[in-house]
């Protein structure tokens, strides 16, 4: 009884040291993350005509989508159907089911990383199109038309995400074991059978 108090210890000194690990981790892949996608999109834009800068934003906004669908998903779903699935040999179940167990850094990852990431890049790539599309329109017009860029963009990413909420909630099981199947197929090449 007289070790409890030192184990209790001991076990939150580890959870800390898991939770800044995490928290630098997570902020090393932001930075990683963001500025891959910041250096992409802004090499794309600059090169694209003005319906292919449209098609690359509404490219970043429907990634932005996709990964907040999936982060609801995770946290929605059950596990047990993926335990069957796992059973059964079916290609994505065991994938599926580390996904389910690291809900919460899955849900991070998806929807505070990517998903912010993608709002923020959509925003900058809306201000660039609005710049290069609307340079010749007077400084009142120009300021106009940015500002209903705007609105659209944020109109398409928070409609769209709520859609998504919507039917990640109703179809979590097949999103999270899609999600899984992609996993599972991008591990194949690497892995090793004996």
């Given amino acids: ?54 098609l690359v934003l509404l490219l970043i906004i429907l990634i932005g989508i996709v990964f907040d669908l999936l982060g609801v998903a995770v946290t929605a779903a059950d596990e047990r159907p993926f335990h069957s699935m796992a059973a059964r040999k079916v290609p994505g179940a065991q994938e599926s089911i580390r996904l389910l167990r690291n809900a919460g850094k899955v849900a991070s990852i998806c929807n505070d990383v990517i998903g912010d990431i993608c709002g923020v890049i959509s925003g900058t790539a809306a201000a660039v199109i609005a710049i290069e599309a609307f340079s010749n329109y007077q400084t009142l017009a120009q300021t106009l038309l940015k500002l209903l860029l705007s609105a659209l963009v944020a109109g398409l990413t928070v409609g769209g995400k709520a859609c998504g909420k919507q039917l990640a909630l109703n179809n979590s099981t097949a999103i999270v074991h899609m999600a899984g199947k992609v996993v599972y197929f991008i591990k194949k090449p690497f892995s090793h059978k004996k």
Avoid: Y
């Fill in 1 to 54: 009884m007289a070790d409890e108090p030192k184990k209790d210890r001991k076990r939150r000194g580890s959870e800390r040291h898991s939770q800044v690990r995490w928290i630098l981790s997570i902020f090393f892949i932001t930075v990683l993350i963001s500025g891959t996608f910041s250096f992409l999109s802004s090499e794309i834009l600059e090169s694209a005509s003005l319906v292919g800068a449209f």
